[in-house]
């Protein structure tokens, strides 16, 4: 199995000292909710913490999930699945993994039993995820699946169908559901604070070095709206609480066609929201930007640090935004975690990243069509 320990400049561009602070809500593209991985009663407190171990690892594993597993309540590190051997030693004795507790690709079916696992977090390529939330599932694993879900609609259909058949829980690694700004970016928009919603806009872009993994379009299933558009699809789906119409889409010039061969630098797009919204998409491997805005009848919000790890700014036509900074992740597993337990979906579902994939799709459609592409969800 080929290894994938490459230091990825989004994660680093994306990253940041995350601190942990006090509970707030949850989101979704339909609802608006308490948070219960950080609601203490002797009930969540005396529950069994679950394990997780992380397949893939990479700079996100290494660099964000495994230091939150040292955060969480409900859940813990409680394995890994590498094809580097070389990376075990490290991890085994800094996370105190037990050797019956560590996996390669070729034996990681055998995961189904370990009763020590319940969760496993795939955090591998584009490419990979549908095989390995499809292996985990039938292992009898519950599964986090990292953004995007998948690179076609189709393999959603297929992780989604094999996890219900098996009776297993399927979340996708939405930790902006889980964040105070973007959470208020929610409510402002739910609560008309400042009049009906008229017009979003949302840019992410950061600037790749060659030969990463997500410049290969087998593995990455396009570029940097693959990577980190996503989180600008998100924004206006969850700020809305609607979902796109139809989109209109350009590609970028490329500036260095020999790097970007197989992917797009850059990419604009154009949704049509319900009610005569209007957002605007931008994103991009040849420059660097991080924003989320929403325009009202009477005034504006906006993320001016939207999508990182930590370090979110916002403001509104009232003044700053000023909440503590949060660990995203430990957050995301928590509730996923307490979610098994209390037998309730996920604000996250397998059905949320089908959605996000289908516009995704939608996208390159329009931009290499150079279409007006009607969306059907």
Known sequence: ??????????RKFISTVVVAGAGFSTLSSFSFCSNPA???NKDTMNRKKLGIALVGLGSYAGGQLAPALQQTEHCYLAGIVTGTPSKIPTWKDQYNIPDENIYNYQNFDTI????AIDIVYVVLPNSMHAEYVIRAAQAGKHVICEKPMAITVEDCDRMIDVCKKAGKRLSIGYRLHFEPYNLEMVRLAK??????LKRMSAGFGFRPPSGVWRLKKELSGGGPLMDVG???IQGFCYVSGSEPISVTAKEGPKTDP???KEVEESLTWQFEMPGGVIAEGKTSYGEGMNFLKAE?????????SAFNYSGQRGETSQGPMNFMQVNQQSRQMDDFALAIHDNRPSPVPGEMGKRDVTLLRAIYESMETGKKIQIKL
């Not at 199995?1 to 230091?7: A, C, L």
């Not at 189904?112 to 009763?115: P, S």
């Not at 009202?296 to 001016?304: S, V």
């Open 191 to 196: 609560e008309k604070t400042f009049g009906e």
């Open 112 to 115: 189904k039993d370990n009763n």
């Open 1 to 10: 199995m080929k290894s994938f320990n490459k230091k990825h400049s989004r």
């Open 296 to 304: 009202a009848e009477k005034g504006t919000f906006q993320l001016t």
């Open 38 to 40: 950080k609601v203490k």
């Open 258 to 260: 020999e790097k970007f």
């Open 230 to 232: 996503i989180y600008c």
